[in-house]
């Protein structure tokens, strides 16, 4: 079994060593910079599976790929650019494209001197729940009484591993994105603090998709009630 590691593991690095350079985007310039900014938290030094220089990075480079393409990294879970939302940990499509192109590409490391500073290590925290905010959970078919200023949202019972879709529908028909959740996961819950809080007036309705999917938090700084 252990003869069949190390085989495999040799086989790999003499891949990697063949590997055609098609590429002018490499790990000194901008990949390290992604990385870091990215998946530093999750991956630093003393992680699991670190990924703070290249040589810990090149042999995952396809699982990079994937899991980013995928968007299961890093776990922010909301839909990018349904709800605007602060310190979005989600990846713009040109961050995409250049994990992309870097892989497919050879991945090269290029000139060791560019890559910058590795970034302390720093736990992972979720925001607080905002103070002085009233709590409404929001179900299928949620109704508000009275107008709400939702500062922030957050998965409350979703099941684990649904995708739900949340939008709030105004007494003017106007639609307002409120979350997005693909493939939820429990250990990478968080709260969404919007850019801009979110007025709704009384007689606003939720919608949730699939309805069945569970409950989440908003947080309002208004009091308000809802019923079904």
Known sequence: MLRNVVLLFAAIGVAQAHDAITTKITWSKEVSRLVFKRCAMCHGETASIPLMTYDQARPWAKAIKEEMLERRMPPWEAVKGFGDFKDDRGLTQEELEIV?????????????????????????????????????????????????????????????????????????????????????????????????????????????????????????????????
């Not at 736990?123 to 729940?129: L, Q, Y």
């Not at 809080?197 to 308000?224: E, R």
């Open 100 to 228: 992309s192109d870097w892989v497919e590409g050879g991945a090269p490391e290029g000139n060791p001197k560019f890559v910058p500073a590795v970034p302390k290590a720093v736990d992972w925290m979720d925001p607080a729940v905002p103070k002085g905010t009233s709590d409404i959970v929001i179900s299928a078919d949620k109704k508000l009484d009275s107008a709400a200023r939702v500062v922030a949202v957050r998965p409350k019972d979703l099941k684990p591993g649904v995708t739900v879709q949340v939008v709030a529908v105004r007494p003017d028909g106007s639609l307002e994105p409120i979350l997005w959740i693909y493939q939820y996961k429990p250990d990478f819950k968080r709260t969404y603090y919007y850019r801009t809080p979110l007025s709704l007036p009384a007689g606003t309705k939720f919608k949730m998709s699939p309805s069945d999917a569970g409950t989440i938090d908003a947080f309002s700084k208004n009091a308000v009630t809802a019923h079904r």
